[in-house]
């Protein structure tokens, strides 16, 4: 444990980030999930929507800092292949 102040104001902070930016990764996997799921069924208007809301998340996610935008372009394109049913190349 840090005996400095203003370390044990950051270690608060860095801890409060954390845990904001665990939730945020949680609701990325989540909506990644829903729309494979809803590709995989066959519900192509279910898994056009899941997909809209995923790609939204993973925006949102890359205006917070959480991800990098290379990343975040990776996991969109993988995605989409996903959705769409083609093979990966």
């Known amino acids: 444990m840090a005996n400095i102040k203003s370390q044990i104001k950051r270690n ?3 801890e ?3 845990q904001a930016n665990r939730a945020i990764r949680s ?3 989540t909506r990644a999930k829903n729309a494979i799921a ?3 069924a066959g519900e192509a208007a279910q898994a056009e929507e899941a ?3 995923a790609q939204k ?5 890359v205006a917070k800092g959480v991800l ?3 990343t975040a372009a990776r996991q969109k394109a ?7 049913g083609a093979p990966p190349s």
Request: hydrophobic fraction near 35%.
């Open 12 to 14: 608060r902070q860095n």
């Open 16 to 18: 409060r980030r954390r």
């Open 27 to 29: 609701e990325l996997r």
């Open 38 to 40: 809803a590709a995989e």
């Open 51 to 53: 997909f809209r809301l």
């Open 57 to 61: 998340k993973i925006d949102q996610a």
């Open 68 to 70: 990098h935008k290379r």
């Open 78 to 84: 993988r995605l989409a292949q996903r959705v769409s």
